[in-house]
Every structure is written in structure tokens, then in C-alpha cells.
């Protein structure tokens, strides 16, 4: 990472539109309960074991957080928007701090029993140092609403905080070009197999194809064909 660590590869005008977006309220991607994928393989996150760390790159204010941390683990999360972050905690009705990260990167906003700790900085100037290793990672609307060629550096930057006995629950769709206006970026399993390298294993855990309230919840044509996929990503 000494080298990556060193690189700048922040997409100011992604940034400015997402804070933006969080400021209009125009956050199509949030879902109201937990996610169904997430919800089905929970066991899968955890190994069944308890008091876990679970770390949620961009985290907007994803409900699944506190969800997890209701039972019993710990939950940190990496989130551009201070406006997410605030409504995740006054949603969830969690009294929080606010102070400055160490080196002036952002801001770290964390519920009263220190259970969740939410960072508001850019995902690529997150550091090891800032939360500690975890052990799991739950990525829903994160390696996919990332530019493609940020893609390197944030995986190198998930492994680098992944305990070697860590998993890591990868969402992402499949779909036909021009399916959705913006993001999310399609990922394949060809793909994921090919970022992960030698250094993981991959397995999917599940597809099934959006349902018509799913497809109509996200403003997309009846017609269209969406597979939402989930993979299991360990260290070898
Ligand atoms: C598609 S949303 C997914 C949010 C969340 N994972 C969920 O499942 O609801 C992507 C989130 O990433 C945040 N984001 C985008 N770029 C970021 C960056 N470089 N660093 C940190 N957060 C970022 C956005 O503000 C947005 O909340």
C-alpha cells in the first residue's frame, strides 16, 4: 500500500454530485428495510460467530448497519455525506459524537456506546489506521458505484483491512446496456474472479432476477431483465 497510498485518484465531480444527491434527497438506491441478499446470508458474513467488526464502504445510511449492530456487532462505515450520516443516526435514533479525524481527512460521527462509528471522508483517503482491521466487509452499491479505474486501488484497500479469516459479501447487478440512466456499473462474475486475483477464492451465493416492485421502486422499464448476484470472496 505504500505506494498506492500516495496516489490521488479522488473524482472530485463524483463527489460533488453525491453530496448533491444527498442534499436534494434524490437517493434512489436507499432501501427502507434490510437488504433481502443481506438478510438471507447473514450467517455467510459472519461464520455464525458474534461481536464482529463489519465495515460498509460507502455506507450512505444504509439501514443494514444498524440492523447488525442491534446484534451485537460493531459497525464501521466510510461515507462522503455528512448529511447521510447525520439522518442515518437521527433514523435510527441513536444519540452520536462528532470530532475531526486524526490527520484532517474528514470527520469520524459515532453512536454514544461507540457500537457504530461512521467516517465521513473519501473512500480513498480512508486509512487502516482509521477503524483497525475488521472482519467482514458487506459491499452493496460500493465496488459498483465506484469509477472503473478507482476499482484497483479500492479492492487493495478492502484486502488491506480484511482479516485473513475475513469474508467479504460482494452485491452487484447484471443488465442489459442503458438499463439503469446512472450507475450502478454492471459487474460480471468473470470480472470479480479476474480483480480478486490469485490471493482469494470467489463463490456466488445467489442470483435472482429484480422483482416488478423492485424494478418499479428503481423507475425501470417492466421489461427489463436484472440479476442481482452475491459472492462470497475469501483469502486463500
Ligand atoms: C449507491 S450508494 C450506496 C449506499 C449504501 N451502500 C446502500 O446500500 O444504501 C453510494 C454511496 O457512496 C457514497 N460515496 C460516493 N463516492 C464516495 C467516496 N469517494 N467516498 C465515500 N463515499 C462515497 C455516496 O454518497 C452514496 O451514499
Redesign the pocket.
Known amino acids: 500500500m505504500a505506494n498506492d497510498a500516495d496516489k490521488d485518484i479522488?473524482?472530485e465531480s463524483?463527489?460533488d454530485h453525491?453530496?448533491m444527491?444527498?442534499v436534494e434527497n434524490s437517493?434512489p438506491?436507499?432501501?427502507l428495510e434490510v437488504?433481502p441478499s443481506l438478510g438471507r446470508h447473514v450467517d455467510k458474513l459472519t461464520k455464525g460467530r458474534d461481536n464482529l467488526t463489519i465495515f460498509?464502504?460507502?455506507?450512505?445510511?444504509?439501514v443494514?448497519m444498524r440492523w447488525l449492530a442491534e446484534k451485537g456487532h460493531k459497525v464501521i462505515g466510510?461515507?462522503?455525506?455528512d448529511v447521510?450520516i447525520k439522518t442515518f443516526f437521527k433514523e435510527a435514533n441513536l444519540e452520536f459524537t462528532e470530532s475531526d479525524i486524526k490527520d484532517g481527512e474528514g470527520k469520524l460521527f459515532m453512536s454514544k456506546d461507540e457500537n457504530i462509528k461512521l467516517f465521513?471522508?473519501?473512500?480513498?483517503?480512508?486509512k487502516r489506521e482509521f477503524g483497525g482491521m475488521v472482519d467482514a466487509i458487506?459491499?452493496?452499491?460500493?465496488l459498483?458505484?465506484?469509477d472503473v479505474d478507482?476499482r484497483e486501488f479500492y479492492l487493495k484497500l478492502m484486502l488491506s483491512i480484511l482479516k485473513l479469516d475475513g469474508v467479504y459479501l460482494l452485491?452487484c447487478f447484471e443488465f442489459p446496456d442503458g438499463a439503469f440512466e446512472t450507475?450502478?456499473h454492471e459487474i460480471k462474475q468473470n470480472e470479480i474472479v479476474e480483480m480478486f486475483g490469485p490471493k482469494c477464492s470467489v463463490d456466488k451465493l445467489e442470483d435472482y432476477m429484480l422483482s416488478q416492485a423492485q424494478l418499479e421502486f428503481h423507475g425501470i422499464d417492466q421489461d427489463t431483465k436484472i440479476q442481482g448476484n452475491v459472492y462470497r470472496i475469501v483469502q486463500k
Not at 460498509?56 to 444504509?62: D, E, N, V
Not at 465521513?120 to 480512508?126: H, I, L, S
Not at 458487506?138 to 460500493?142: K, Q
Open positions: 479522488t473524482n463524483s463527489i453525491w453530496k444527491s444527498w437517493i438506491f436507499h432501501l437488504h460498509f464502504p460507502l455506507c450512505g445510511k444504509a443494514d466510510v461515507e462522503i455525506s447521510a465521513q471522508c473519501d473512500m480513498f483517503k480512508y458487506w459491499d452493496r452499491g460500493a459498483e458505484a465506484i478507482q452485491h450507475g450502478p
